[in-house]
C-alpha cells in the first residue's frame, strides 16, 4: 500500500476514533443540574447584575464580581474577575461558585454555556429594555431564594417612576438629542431603554425611529431634529466639569438649534444612565432635572 | 545507431492565424550535437519548449525513443530529456547542491530521500562541470557562468540521454563559453548524449557541433553537418547580413560586416585565406 | 546546515524541535492567572463540580487552550510555507488569496443573520468562517485560473482584488447591523484562543496533522516548483496535480485555524523564514519543522496574551506581531549573510 493510502486509513482511524471517545460527551451535562435553595457563592459578570444582587441584600454570597463593577462601594472590594468584555473563565472557577450569573450577549453566552457544560450552575439574563431589568430582577430573586426582596425591589422602582411620571404630568414633551459619542457622533436612537427612560421624564427623542439602536448620525440630522436639550452621559475617567466645557464647544457650531441657544446642554453622570440596573430611577430622575428643572426648584 | 528524437511535419503557431514553424521535418542520432540556430523570432526556443513536451505542436508529430512525446508522462519524460534554459537566482536560497539533486526528483524513493545512485549521481555532475567547490554555496553568491554550470550540471544529474539547452552561454564571457561547449562536447563523447543546443554563437556552433538546423523567420529550414550547412551564401541568406568567412586550419569563422566595416566592400561572400595574406 | 538532507538528520531535528513543543506545552500551561499546582490537577476530578478547580482549569481550559494554539501555529506556518512556495513570493502569507477576508465575511453574515443553532457546540460562526474561507480561496483560484494556467501573478491579483472587494462587502454590512454584533464580530476577527471541546480539538488536530503529512509527501515537488514552472517540469514534476494538491490542503488546513481562532496574522510569514533562514529551504525539512515551531511559537504568544495585562487578554494578533516583529530581525541580522537577496 503506498504513503497516500496509509495516510488515509490512519486519518480515517483518528477521526473514529474521536468519536468515540467524546461523541458519546456531546451535549451531556455533567454534575449537579439543579440549582441550590441558597447560593452561598456568586459570581456576578456585571456591573448591573452586581448592584442587583446588592439591592437584594446578597453582599456577603457574592464572591467576585467583574472589575467594572464599582456600585454601591462595597463592590469595588470585591475580588475581581476581569472585564464585563472579557471576564475571565479561570478566575471564575477558581472561585469556586456555586452560581454565575451573565448576561446575554454572545461572549458571556458562550461563557455560561462552557461552565454549564462543566457542570456549574449558571443563570443568564438579557437587560435590554426596562421590562427585561424587572423580569431579570425576579429571575434573580428566584434563583438565589430572595424571591420577596426582588419583589420589593422592582414593586419600588415601579412607584417611584409612577410617581415621577405623574409629576412629570402629560405636558408637551421636551426634545432631547442624547449623545453617546461625539466623534463620529453617536446617538441614542428610540428603540433603547435610554428612551424609555426619557419619556418617564417627560422627553422625546429628538431622532426619529432608527435601524440602529445607537445610529451614528450627520451634521445635518443634528440641525433638522430641533433639539431642546442636549444630554451626554460622562465618561468615568474624564473631570465632569471639564467634559461640560468641551461639550459647550463643540455644540455651539449648531447656533440655531434651541438646545444650544438656551445653553441647555448637560452632561450627566454616566452610570445611572448608560448601566440598567436598579437606579433606574435615580438615573431617570437624574433626566427630568435636566429636562424640567422648574419641577424640582423645591 | 538510431534515431532518439523524430520530428515530422511538425507545424506550430501562438494564434491560430500565425504559423511560425511550418512542416518541419529532422531527425537526430543517438549521441550526435545538434545546433539550432537562426535570426530572432523564427521559433528556435518555440522549437526546443516544442520537443521537450512544454507546447503541443498545431499539427505533425515529435517522437523522443520512437515513442510520441505526448504519451509520455512528466516523470517518464524528465527521465529521458533534460532542459537546461538561462541561469537565474531563485527566490529562495537553495545550494548548488540541492539545486542539481533536485534533478533527481524523478527518481526519488517513497519518502522522497536520494539513495546512493542519486548521490553519485549529483556528485558526478558537479564533478564534470567543476562546481564541486560551490557543492554547499547559495546560488546567488556565485556568478552567472558558475551558475550556468550548475544548471548544466542538475541537467547532468537527471542522467537521461537527450540534453536539450536554450542559449546557454548567451550572457558569459569568452572563457566560459567555451568551457560550457567544453563540457557539452565531453559530455556528448565520453557519455553518449544527444545534445541540442539552441545558439546565437554559430561560430561556436560551427566549433563543436556535428550538426545545426539554421531556421530561417520565413519558416524555411537547412538541416545538416555543420560544414555543408553554413555556407556564407546560406548564412546571408538567412540571416541577412554580409557574412566574412576566414578559416585556421579546419575550423571556420564567420563574421558579420555592417555599414561601418573596414572591408572595403571587397567581400561578396567570397572566402578568405588568413594565413595567405600574412605570408604575403 | 547546508549539507544535503537525510532521513536520519530530519528525524533527529524533527524528534528534538517535538521535544521542545512538548516542553514548552507543558510550562504555558501552569502559567496563567490563576496558579494551578501538578499535584492537585494529578489527584484527578472531584466528585463533585466544585471539588477541584486546578483540575478543571488545567482540563478544561489550559489544556484545551495550548492545543488549540498548537495546532493554529502548525496549520498557519505550514500554510505560509505552501503558499510562498506556489506564488514564489517570500511576501506571501496564508491570508493573501482572499482567506482573511472569506472568514470575515462569512463571520459577518452569520452574526447578521442571527442564527442560533450550533453544530456540535461550535457557533454558527466559525462554521460560517469556515465556509467563507475556503469558498472564497476557490473562488480566488478559479479567478486566477482564467488569466492563464499557471499564472501566478494572476493568482495574485485576483487574491488583492478579492481581497479588496470583499473587506469593501464587510464594511458595508457592519455599518448597517446593530452594533452589539458587529462588536462581537470584530473581536472574534483579532484573533483569540476560545477553549474548544475536545471533540472539535481532536478532528481540527487529525486534519491538520494528516494536511500537513500530506504536503510534506509533496515536498520534492514543491522545492522543484519554487524555481518556476517550466523548471519543475523539467524534473517531473505534474505542475498542475502538485499545485490543487498543496493549494487544496493550505486553504482547507488555514480555513479550519481561522475559523477556530480567528485571524492571527505574523505566524504565517515570519516562522517559515525563520526556520528557512536556520536550516535552508528544503521543503521536506522546511515543512515539518515550521509546523513545529510555529506552534511554539503560538504557544508561547498565547501565553503572553493571556498573562501580560491580566486580568484582561490581549489578542493574540497583537501579541504575535509584537513578539514576532524584532524576534524575526535579530535572525535575519544573524543570519543574513546567507540569504542571497539580501546582498
Same mark, same amino acid.
Given at each position: 500500500?503506498?504513503?497516500?493510502?496509509?495516510?488515509?486509513?490512519?486519518?480515517?482511524?483518528?477521526?473514529?476514533?474521536?468519536?468515540?471517545?467524546?461523541?458519546?460527551?456531546?451535549?451531556?451535562?455533567?454534575?449537579?443540574?439543579?440549582?441550590?435553595?441558597?447560593?452561598?457563592?456568586?459570581?456576578?459578570?456585571?456591573?448591573? $447584575?452586581?448592584?442587583?444582587?446588592?439591592?437584594?441584600? $446578597?453582599?456577603?454570597?457574592?464572591?467576585?464580581?467583574?472589575?467594572?463593577?464599582?456600585?454601591?462601594?462595597?463592590?469595588?472590594?470585591?475580588?475581581?474577575?476581569?472585564?464585563?468584555?472579557?471576564?475571565?473563565?479561570?478566575?471564575?472557577?477558581?472561585?469556586?461558585?456555586?452560581?454565575?450569573?451573565?448576561?446575554?450577549?454572545?461572549?458571556?453566552?458562550?461563557?455560561?454555556?462552557?461552565?454549564?457544560?462543566?457542570?456549574?450552575?449558571?443563570?443568564?439574563?438579557?437587560?435590554?429594555?426596562?421590562?427585561?431589568?424587572?423580569?431579570?430582577?425576579?429571575?434573580?430573586?428566584?434563583?438565589?431564594?430572595?424571591?420577596?426582596?426582588?419583589?420589593?425591589?422592582?414593586?419600588?422602582?415601579?412607584?417611584? $417612576?409612577?410617581?415621577?411620571?405623574?409629576? #412629570?404630568?402629560?405636558?408637551?414633551?421636551?426634545? #432631547?438629542?442624547?449623545?453617546?459619542?461625539?466623534?463620529?457622533?453617536?446617538?441614542?436612537?428610540?428603540?433603547?431603554?435610554?428612551?424609555?427612560? $426619557?419619556?418617564?421624564?417627560?422627553?422625546?427623542?429628538?431622532?426619529?425611529?432608527? #435601524?440602529?439602536?445607537?445610529?451614528?448620525?450627520?451634521?445635518?440630522?443634528?440641525?433638522?431634529?430641533?433639539?431642546?436639550?442636549?444630554?451626554?452621559?460622562?465618561?468615568?475617567?474624564?473631570?465632569?466639569?471639564?467634559?461640560?466645557?468641551?461639550?459647550?464647544?463643540?455644540?455651539?457650531?449648531?447656533?440655531?438649534?434651541?438646545?444650544?441657544?438656551?445653553?441647555?446642554?448637560?452632561?450627566?453622570?454616566?452610570?445611572?444612565?448608560?448601566?440598567?440596573?436598579?437606579?433606574?430611577?435615580?438615573?431617570?430622575?437624574?433626566?427630568?432635572?435636566?429636562?424640567?428643572?422648574?419641577?424640582?426648584?423645591? | 545507431?538510431?534515431?532518439?528524437?523524430?520530428?515530422?511535419?511538425?507545424?506550430?503557431?501562438?494564434?491560430?492565424?500565425?504559423?511560425?514553424?511550418?512542416?518541419?521535418?529532422?531527425?537526430?542520432?543517438?549521441?550526435?550535437?545538434?545546433?539550432?540556430?537562426?535570426?530572432?523570432?523564427?521559433?528556435?526556443?518555440?522549437?526546443?519548449?516544442?520537443?521537450?513536451?512544454?507546447?503541443?505542436?498545431?499539427?505533425?508529430?515529435?517522437?523522443?525513443?520512437?515513442?510520441?512525446?505526448?504519451?509520455?508522462?512528466?516523470?517518464?519524460?524528465?527521465?529521458?530529456?533534460?532542459?537546461?534554459?538561462?541561469?537565474?537566482?531563485?527566490?529562495?536560497?537553495?545550494?548548488?547542491?540541492?539545486?542539481?539533486?533536485?534533478?533527481?526528483?524523478?527518481?526519488?524513493?517513497?519518502?522522497?530521500?536520494?539513495?546512493?545512485?542519486?548521490?553519485?549521481?549529483?556528485?558526478?555532475?558537479?564533478?564534470?562541470?567543476?562546481?564541486?567547490?560551490?557543492?554547499?554555496?547559495?546560488?546567488?553568491?556565485?556568478?552567472?557562468?558558475?551558475?550556468?554550470?550548475?544548471?548544466?550540471?542538475?541537467?547532468?544529474?537527471?542522467?537521461?540521454?537527450?540534453?536539450?539547452?536554450?542559449?546557454?552561454?548567451?550572457?558569459?564571457?569568452?572563457?566560459?563559453?567555451?568551457?560550457?561547449?567544453?563540457?557539452?562536447?565531453?559530455?556528448?563523447?565520453?557519455?553518449?548524449?544527444?545534445?541540442?543546443?539552441?545558439?546565437?554563437?554559430?561560430?561556436?556552433?560551427?566549433?563543436?557541433?556535428?550538426?545545426?538546423?539554421?531556421?530561417?523567420?520565413?519558416?524555411?529550414?537547412?538541416?545538416?553537418?555543420?560544414?555543408?550547412?553554413?555556407?556564407?551564401?546560406?548564412?546571408?541568406?538567412?540571416?541577412?547580413?554580409?557574412?566574412?568567412?576566414?578559416?585556421?586550419?579546419?575550423?571556420?569563422?564567420?563574421?558579420?560586416?555592417?555599414?561601418?566595416?573596414?572591408?572595403?566592400?571587397?567581400?561578396?561572400?567570397?572566402?578568405?585565406?588568413?594565413?595567405?595574406?600574412?605570408?604575403? | 546546515?547546508?549539507?544535503?538532507?537525510?532521513?536520519?538528520?530530519?528525524?533527529?531535528?524533527?524528534?528534538?524541535?517535538?521535544?521542545?513543543?512538548?516542553?514548552?506545552?507543558?510550562?504555558?500551561?501552569?502559567?496563567?492567572?490563576?496558579?494551578?499546582?501538578?499535584?492537585?490537577?494529578?489527584?484527578?476530578?472531584?466528585?463533585?463540580?466544585?471539588?477541584?478547580?486546578?483540575?478543571?482549569?488545567?482540563?478544561?481550559?489550559? +489544556?484545551?487552550?495550548?492545543?488549540?494554539?498548537?495546532?493554529?501555529?502548525?496549520?498557519?506556518?505550514?500554510?505560509?510555507?505552501?503558499?510562498?512556495?506556489?506564488?514564489?513570493?517570500?511576501?506571501?502569507?496564508?491570508?493573501?488569496?482572499?482567506?482573511?477576508?472569506?472568514?470575515?465575511?462569512?463571520?459577518?453574515?452569520?452574526?447578521?443573520?442571527?442564527?442560533?443553532?450550533?453544530?456540535?457546540?461550535?457557533?454558527?460562526?466559525?462554521?460560517?468562517?469556515?465556509?467563507?474561507?475556503?469558498?472564497?480561496?476557490?473562488?480566488?483560484?478559479?479567478?486566477?485560473?482564467?488569466?492563464?494556467?499557471?499564472?501566478?501573478?494572476?493568482?495574485?491579483?485576483?487574491?488583492?482584488?478579492?481581497?479588496?472587494?470583499?473587506?469593501?462587502?464587510?464594511?458595508?454590512?457592519?455599518?448597517?447591523?446593530?452594533?452589539?454584533?458587529?462588536?462581537?464580530?470584530?473581536?472574534?476577527?483579532?484573533?483569540?484562543?476560545?477553549?474548544?471541546?475536545?471533540?472539535? +480539538?481532536?478532528?481540527?488536530?487529525?486534519?491538520?496533522?494528516?494536511?500537513?503529512?500530506?504536503?510534506?509527501?509533496?515536498?520534492?515537488?514543491?522545492?522543484?516548483?519554487?524555481?518556476?514552472?517550466?523548471?519543475?517540469?523539467?524534473?517531473?514534476?505534474?505542475?498542475?496535480?502538485?499545485?490543487?494538491?498543496?493549494?487544496?490542503?493550505?486553504?482547507?488546513?488555514?480555513?479550519?485555524?481561522?475559523?477556530?481562532?480567528?485571524?492571527?496574522?505574523?505566524?504565517?510569514?515570519?516562522?517559515?523564514?525563520?526556520?528557512? +533562514?536556520?536550516?535552508?529551504?528544503?521543503?521536506?525539512?522546511?515543512?515539518?519543522?515550521?509546523?513545529?515551531?510555529?506552534?511554539?511559537?503560538?504557544?508561547?504568544?498565547?501565553?503572553?496574551?493571556?498573562?501580560?495585562?491580566?486580568?484582561?487578554?490581549?489578542?493574540?494578533?497583537?501579541?504575535?506581531?509584537?513578539?514576532?516583529?524584532?524576534?524575526?530581525?535579530? +535572525?535575519?541580522?544573524?543570519?543574513?549573510?546567507?540569504?542571497?537577496?539580501?546582498?
Amino acid at each position: 500500500m503506498n504513503k497516500w493510502w496509509w495516510l488515509f486509513l490512519i486519518l480515517s482511524c483518528w477521526m473514529a476514533a474521536g468519536f468515540a471517545i467524546f461523541g458519546p460527551l456531546q451535549g451531556q451535562n455533567c454534575g449537579d443540574t439543579a440549582l441550590p435553595a441558597r447560593a452561598e457563592r456568586i459570581v456576578s459578570l456585571a456591573p448591573n $447584575l452586581t448592584e442587583i444582587l446588592f439591592a437584594l441584600g $446578597l453582599e456577603k454570597e457574592i464572591s467576585r464580581v467583574t472589575l467594572d463593577s464599582d456600585y454601591p462601594p462595597a463592590a469595588a472590594q470585591k475580588p475581581n474577575v476581569g472585564t464585563f468584555w472579557q471576564p475571565n473563565i479561570e478566575a471564575v472557577i477558581a472561585a469556586k461558585p456555586d452560581l454565575v450569573i451573565t448576561l446575554g450577549f454572545h461572549q458571556q453566552k458562550n461563557i455560561a454555556e462552557r461552565l454549564k457544560q462543566i457542570g456549574y450552575n449558571t443563570l443568564t439574563v438579557n437587560i435590554e429594555k426596562v421590562n427585561d431589568l424587572f423580569k431579570a430582577i425576579e429571575k434573580i430573586g428566584a434563583a438565589t431564594g430572595k424571591q420577596l426582596q426582588a419583589n420589593e425591589l422592582a414593586t419600588n422602582i415601579r412607584k417611584k $417612576l409612577d410617581r415621577l411620571s405623574t409629576l #412629570v404630568g402629560t405636558e408637551e414633551k421636551v426634545r #432631547v438629542l442624547w449623545v453617546v459619542q461625539r466623534e463620529p457622533l453617536r446617538v441614542a436612537g428610540r428603540d433603547t431603554f435610554v428612551n424609555e427612560m $426619557l419619556e418617564v421624564a417627560g422627553g422625546e427623542n429628538a431622532i426619529g425611529r432608527t #435601524v440602529h439602536k445607537y445610529p451614528p448620525i450627520g451634521a445635518e440630522q443634528v440641525i433638522v431634529c430641533g433639539a431642546d436639550v442636549i444630554i451626554e452621559p460622562a465618561m468615568a475617567q474624564e473631570d465632569p466639569a471639564r467634559q461640560q466645557n468641551r461639550a459647550l464647544q463643540y455644540w455651539s457650531k449648531f447656533e440655531n438649534l434651541p438646545a444650544v441657544a438656551n445653553k441647555r446642554i448637560y452632561v450627566i453622570p454616566g452610570d445611572t444612565v448608560s448601566r440598567l440596573g436598579p437606579r433606574l430611577y435615580e438615573g431617570t430622575e437624574t433626566i427630568a432635572r435636566c429636562l424640567r428643572p422648574e419641577l424640582f426648584e423645591n | 545507431m538510431n534515431a532518439i528524437i523524430e520530428v515530422e511535419n511538425l507545424n506550430f503557431g501562438y494564434t491560430p492565424q500565425n504559423t511560425i514553424l511550418k512542416d518541419i521535418s529532422f531527425e537526430v542520432i543517438q549521441g550526435r550535437f545538434l545546433a539550432i540556430a537562426g535570426p530572432n523570432g523564427a521559433g528556435k526556443t518555440t522549437l526546443l519548449n516544442l520537443l521537450c513536451g512544454l507546447l503541443r505542436p498545431k499539427a505533425g508529430s515529435i517522437r523522443i525513443d520512437a515513442a510520441p512525446v505526448e504519451s509520455y508522462s512528466v516523470k517518464k519524460l524528465a527521465q529521458k530529456v533534460a532542459v537546461v534554459r538561462q541561469e537565474f537566482i531563485p527566490v529562495f536560497d537553495f545550494t548548488a547542491a540541492e539545486m542539481v539533486s533536485m534533478a533527481r526528483t524523478p527518481y526519488l524513493g517513497t519518502f522522497g530521500f536520494e539513495d546512493k545512485t542519486d548521490k553519485r549521481m549529483v556528485n558526478e555532475a558537479l564533478e564534470a562541470t567543476d562546481t564541486s567547490q560551490f557543492a554547499l554555496r547559495a546560488l546567488g553568491s556565485l556568478s552567472s557562468g558558475e551558475r550556468q554550470r550548475v544548471f548544466i550540471a542538475r541537467a547532468l544529474a537527471a542522467n537521461s540521454p537527450v540534453l536539450l539547452l536554450d542559449e546557454p552561454t548567451s550572457f558569459l564571457d569568452l572563457k566560459h563559453q567555451v568551457g560550457i561547449y567544453d563540457l557539452l562536447k565531453t559530455a556528448q563523447l565520453e557519455k553518449g548524449k544527444t545534445i541540442v543546443a539552441v545558439t546565437h554563437d554559430i561560430n561556436l556552433a560551427a566549433q563543436y557541433c556535428d550538426e545545426i538546423l539554421l531556421l530561417g523567420a520565413d519558416g524555411n529550414y537547412h538541416i545538416g553537418e555543420t560544414k555543408d550547412v553554413l555556407s556564407p551564401e546560406q548564412i546571408e541568406k538567412v540571416f541577412g547580413v554580409r557574412i566574412f568567412v576566414g578559416s585556421l586550419g579546419q575550423e571556420k569563422f564567420f563574421i558579420p560586416l555592417g555599414k561601418f566595416a573596414k572591408d572595403s566592400g571587397q567581400i561578396a561572400g567570397k572566402p578568405h585565406n588568413i594565413q595567405q595574406e600574412q605570408k604575403q | 546546515m547546508k549539507e544535503l538532507l537525510t532521513p536520519k538528520k530530519l528525524i533527529i531535528r524533527t524528534a528534538s524541535a517535538l521535544a521542545v513543543l512538548v516542553v514548552v506545552m507543558l510550562v504555558c500551561s501552569l502559567i496563567g492567572t490563576e496558579s494551578v499546582s501538578l499535584k492537585e490537577v494529578f489527584s484527578g476530578a472531584g466528585i463533585q463540580t466544585r471539588a477541584n478547580p486546578d483540575y478543571e482549569i488545567f482540563v478544561q481550559f489550559r +489544556l484545551p487552550r495550548i492545543i488549540l494554539a498548537c495546532l493554529v501555529g502548525a496549520a498557519l506556518a505550514c500554510s505560509g510555507v505552501v503558499f510562498q512556495a506556489l506564488l514564489r513570493n517570500p511576501l506571501a502569507d496564508p491570508y493573501i488569496l482572499g482567506i482573511s477576508s472569506g472568514a470575515g465575511l462569512g463571520a459577518i453574515i452569520a452574526v447578521i443573520c442571527g442564527f442560533n443553532w450550533t453544530v456540535w457546540g461550535r457557533s454558527p460562526i466559525a462554521v460560517f468562517a469556515f465556509a467563507g474561507a475556503l469558498g472564497t480561496v476557490w473562488l480566488v483560484w478559479f479567478i486566477g485560473r482564467l488569466t492563464g494556467k499557471f499564472h501566478v501573478t494572476g493568482l495574485l491579483l485576483a487574491g488583492v482584488v478579492v481581497n479588496a472587494f470583499f473587506s469593501a462587502v464587510i464594511m458595508f454590512l457592519t455599518s448597517i447591523a446593530k452594533s452589539q454584533q458587529v462588536y462581537s464580530t470584530i473581536f472574534w476577527l483579532m484573533g483569540n484562543m476560545a477553549e474548544e471541546d475536545f471533540l472539535v +480539538l481532536w478532528i481540527g488536530a487529525g486534519c491538520v496533522v494528516g494536511g500537513i503529512t500530506a504536503l510534506f509527501y509533496i515536498s520534492p515537488q514543491l522545492n522543484a516548483l519554487s524555481f518556476g514552472e517550466a523548471d519543475a517540469r523539467s524534473m517531473g514534476v505534474n505542475i498542475a496535480g502538485t499545485q490543487i494538491i498543496a493549494f487544496a490542503i493550505a486553504a482547507a488546513i488555514t480555513a479550519i485555524a481561522v475559523s477556530l481562532s480567528g485571524l492571527i496574522g505574523f505566524v504565517g510569514l515570519i516562522v517559515p523564514h525563520a526556520v528557512r +533562514l536556520v536550516f535552508g529551504p528544503d521543503h521536506r525539512q522546511l515543512l515539518p519543522l515550521s509546523g513545529i515551531f510555529g506552534a511554539i511559537f503560538l504557544v508561547i504568544a498565547d501565553t503572553l496574551a493571556r498573562i501580560i495585562v491580566a486580568p484582561a487578554q490581549l489578542p493574540v494578533g497583537v501579541v504575535t506581531a509584537i513578539v514576532g516583529g524584532p524576534f524575526f530581525l535579530a +535572525l535575519l541580522v544573524k543570519y543574513s549573510r546567507k540569504v542571497s537577496w539580501l546582498k
